[in-house]
Nanobody, 122 residues
């Protein structure tokens, strides 16, 4: 099975950028769609962005559209989330997930990483 492993989180100031990476251990990401979700303390896990297995189709939550970009490099078995113009409300644990299906709901995703913390100070 695919085991996503996230990295790249950290503490930044409002307006800064970060790039999260999600590497697949175990089986390759090939053939799997991938998504990024985030969860702030006391809140539900929310959809951020998704990318199809080929990279040809992407989807974004309205809150991040125009600021975040999801991409993937299948040769490196890695999915990325470039986050620009970060805001304090982007503070959350960010999770990478893999799916054979396609959608914005967590129930579509079969394999989840452990998450990486992103904190944006004002």
């Amino acid at each position: 099975q695919v085991q996503p492993v996230e990295s790249g989180g950290g503490l930044v100031q409002a307006g800064d950028s970060l790039r999260l990476s999600c590497a697949a251990s175990g089986r390759t990401f090939s053939g799997y769609n991938a998504g990024w979700f985030r969860q702030a303390p006391g809140k539900e896990r929310d959809f951020v962005a998704a990318i199809s297995w080929s990279g040809g189709l992407t989807s974004y939550a309205d809150a991040v559209k125009g600021r975040f970009t999801i991409s993937r490099d299948n040769a490196k078995n890695t999915v990325y989330l470039q986050m620009n113009s970060l805001k304090p409300e982007d503070t959350a644990v960010y999770y990478c997930a893999a799916s054979r299906g396609w959608g914005r709901q967590t129930r579509f995703y079969d394999y989840w990483g452990q998450g990486t913390q992103v904190t944006v100070s004002s």
